[in-house]
């Protein structure tokens, strides 16, 4: 954390994010004001980061009390029990937030570049709502930048166009922008209408980040196809008019030891209270999903595979239970409501099928969960599911891994998510395969406590090693390397 700080003392750091670290809520039954930390790996990501160094955060105000928490520059001091950076808010009209949240970035970016068979949409008036707000953001980190030469991370697929338009308006801005999700192959970054303008946006960086090589690669690819510039595969530059992009996998991580786990009861607490909570005997298997209640999350897949090991293997009926914590998200969007209803819908079927008085397999959650109550649940599990069709990195398997302090339990892991690449020792299934996962299930289930401690173990050191500090970390090198350069240039 120190490193951060020193890797660019003079530097100022700013955010842009369309999420907010806090939101605030005012409470329907009393009226109170309530902060709420939102379900984002993003924002778990980051907002360690900016307590370590300070600076400000520039995000949309999206809750029912954010106006009157702020003050008259729409500032707000943050975190509220011990505030390290501010928090300024942009305001986004309904109408604006339809075109630019809901229809260009999650109708059409999102199923883009998430492989899941969900046809994107592009609609000329969001992509119009999508440059307004990019230009909002744009002007609101000129305005808060107190130099000429601020450190500006921006943040996702939400601001594709805002890096090229802070840098005409900052020159020397050190830019980095990070895309928390898949990036494509060029074939399919092709279907959007406005592809030229979204990669001459991203190459406004100084450094445009993905979470793996693999998506560099797509990135390159799609760069090559579609826009004259010079890519030196070598160095992982791209020139575009003379300015220079540096290209590079930055896996992002999550802090250790997580804020969550202090305060925490030990394990074997935890177990026994989440049990109690649950209604479930002592000795009963806890399998755990946790996530936003997202069709790329692949929830549906994860229950067919418990549906498959019920019916191959009816001994575990009364002998586990699978816990899915859905956190609602996009509701107002059709691809996400349907998923609601189908995971309803499917849950009730294979409880009927497999249940019996008062036993249910499943018992499907859907609300938000603050970070403590996930941590607890991860440490009271046997097994943790996590079978996205694909994701950019996904932190919940992470975090997972980060509670487990007594080297127990079993993570499944998508082949799809970038934590495969560093969580090799969890067992790794393709969620397509129904009959693959489920017998990733029943092998976790029979997992002995010396293999379970030794995979624990393993990804335990990785995610230690590799945290998210270091993820921020080497961005900074990168970036203090190009800002040394460019003061060499302007000096001489
Ligand atoms: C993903 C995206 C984030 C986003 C989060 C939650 O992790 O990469 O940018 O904040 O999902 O989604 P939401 O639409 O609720 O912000």
Sequence with gaps: Q?????MMPDAEVLIVSNREPYIHNRAPDSNKIEVQIPASGLVAALEPVIRACGGTWIAHGSGSADRETVDANDRLPVPPDNPSYVLRRIWVSDEEQDGFYYGLANEGLWPLCHIAFVRPLFRESDWHYYRAINERFAEAVVHEAKTDDP????????????????RQRLPKATIISFWHI?????ETFGICPWKEEII???????????????????????????IESRIDREHAT????????????????????????????????????????????????????????DYTKGILDRMKA???????????????VFVQVAAPTRSRLEKYSKLQEEAVALSDDINQRHGDGSYKPIQLIVRHHDQKEVFRLFRAADLCIVSSLHDGMNLVAKEFVAAREDERGVLIL??????SRELSEALIVNPYNTREMSEALGTG??????????????????????NVYRWAGRMLIDAAGTRRRQQIIDIA
């Design 182 to 186: 898949p990036w494509p192959n060029a």
């Design 151 to 166: 450190v500006v991370l921006v943040q996702d697929y939400h601001f594709a166009l805002a890096p090229r338009m802070i």
């Design 306 to 320: 418990l549906d498959d090991l019920l019916t191959r293997e009816p001994q575990w009926k009364h002998r586990l």
């Design 414 to 419: 998508s082949s799809f998510t970038g934590a």
């Design 200 to 226: 001459d946006g991203l190459l406004g960086s100084t450094i445009v980040g993905f979470h793996t090589q693999f998506h560099c690669n797509n990135f390159f690819e799609t760069v090559d196809r579609f």
């Design 445 to 466: 289930l029979r997992m002995p406590d010396h293999e379970q401690r030794a995979r624990m173990r393993s990804m335990r050191r990785q995610v230690r090693e590799w």
């Design 238 to 293: 791209v020139t575009l008019r003379g300015e220079e992009t540096l290209v590079r996998a930055y896996p992002i991580s999550i802090d250790w030891p997580p804020k969550a786990l202090a305060g925490q009861a030990p394990v074997a607490e935890c177990r026994v209270a989440v049990r109690r909570a649950l209604k479930l005997a002592d000795d009963i298997k806890l399998v755990v999903g946790i996530e936003r209640f």
């Design 2 to 6: 120190r490193l951060l700080v020193e």
